[in-house]
């Protein structure tokens, strides 16, 4: 839909249609006191943000613009907000050193990163804006509430991709509160995007991840058996160890074509090395068809030269061990390569990595399949996904079983 804004910049008046989606016009027009536009990437937040508060800064009042680091405030946030005035023919001046925009109807614009909540205590504001919130502290939030004391009937609007129910944002904006306005967006909803982009995020998400990350929905993740607390920045790693200094290491392949395998599984081939006393893991985890497979399994294996190599083989699954067999130059000569028929259930079976999750000796290659591995860890049991899982699973029980101990006895 379109909508027709006049903005009075000192002697002259205008007139501009500008186009908004549904929601974006219902967050425009919400008078609460407090309003949240809940948006999946991509689809519109900062520019709805940005715009809502050109439309309604009044004469001579102070307005925030919080965004939760400098580098976000500089690079996202204000170019996006002068775009919006000067595309509504409402900019006065900007102040660089103060980092402060002048509208047309001398209202100014204060721009703030999160970075020291306690520098904006003194600031007396008719309205603020936080860009993504869901990525700064409660604290900034109660701050910057407490700065909207210049004029009756101020008011604070964020913008964000949801964070889980765990997070401040779903408390103040997840359910129901008086004075609270929210307004939730998908990202399909944003006509101006590529055509592929929300089905190439979807390949390469899972289901959960995906509802949060385009639907704009909260995600309740109670229940699973690793939250958050149980991962950091040392789960992903830029590199493996140099192959020379591996004690031992294998490939696991779940193909995810019996019995267990869900509509849309990824199939997934996942490389364990044992190194320094951690577990090195490379994970490719995509949806492909049997011939590809093989493939990708070949090429792994070429680049990574595992002692071990392991298909799941139940049904009719071990056909592709004869196939990569064949492909390879017949009987495993290349790699000694093993059926792993599995009858324990899929639950046990994964739950037997908690051991190296608790102790924090997973390392995982910072790629799109170890980024998809390390989703569907932390979703796990509650993901629809757990191939990537089931398969780092595997590849350590190859170990262990060849060796006859613990993966540190290698």
Not at 355 to 362: G, K, S, T
Not at 387 to 407: C, F, K, Q
């Amino acid at each position: 839909m379109s909508t027709t804004v006049a903005k009075r910049s000192r002697s002259q008046s205008v007139s501009l249609p500008i186009a908004l989606t549904p929601h974006q016009a219902e967050f425009l027009d919400a008078p609460d006191a407090i309003v949240g536009f809940v948006g999946g990437r991509g689809a519109g937040k900062t520019w709805i943000g940005a715009y809502r508060l050109c439309k309604r800064a009044e004469p001579g009042k102070t307005y925030l613009v919080i965004a939760p680091t400098y580098t976000m405030l500089r690079d996202i946030c204000w170019p996006v907000f002068l775009e919006q005035a000067r595309r509504l023919r409402f900019l006065r001046d900007t102040i660089r050193s103060r980092l402060a925009v002048i509208l047309g109807n001398g209202a100014t614009i204060l721009f703030r990163s999160a970075d020291q909540p306690d520098r904006l205590r003194g600031i007396n504001a008719a309205g603020a804006w936080i860009d993504e919130a869901s990525l700064v502290s409660r604290e900034v939030y109660d701050v910057v509430l407490m700065t909207l004391r210049q004029t009756p009937g101020a008011w604070l609007a964020c913008t964000f991709t949801p964070k889980g129910k765990s997070h401040w944002t779903y408390e103040v904006f997840g359910v129901p509160r008086p004075g609270v306005r929210t307004v939730h967006a998908r990202t399909a909803e944003n006509p101006f995007l590529p055509s592929d982009f929300v089905r190439r995020v979807q390949d390469q998400t899972t289901d959960l991840l995906a509802r949060q990350e385009l639907e704009g929905e909260f995600i309740d993740l109670s229940g699973v058996d690793w939250p958050s607390e149980y991962w950091g920045d040392w789960v992903l790693v830029e590199r493996l160890p140099d192959r020379s200094r591996w004690l031992a290491s294998a490939v696991a392949v779940d193909p995810s074509l019996g019995k267990e395998a869900n509509v849309g599984d990824y199939s997934a081939i996942v490389l364990v090395a044992v190194c320094d006393d951690l577990v090195w893991v490379e994970a490719g985890l995509e949806r492909r068809p049997p011939w590809k497979l093989i493939r990708d399994v070949i090429a792994f294996c070429d680049r990574h030269r595992p002692d071990l190599v392991g298909f799941e083989a139940n049904q009719f699954q071990e056909l592709l061990v004869h196939e990569f067999e064949r492909a390879t130059g017949g009987s495993g000569l290349r790699w000694p390569v093993f059926q792993i028929k599995n009858s324990v259930n899929k639950l046990l079976r994964v739950r037997r990595l908690g051991p190296y999750i608790v102790r924090r000796e997973l390392r995982i290659l910072d790629t799109p399949g170890g980024r998809l591995l390390l989703q569907q860890l932390m979703e796990f049991p509650q993901g629809k996904h757990d191939d990537g899982p089931d398969a780092l699973e595997m590849a350590i029980r190859l170990i262990l079983e060849t060796s006859g101990g613990s993966i540190h006895d290698t």
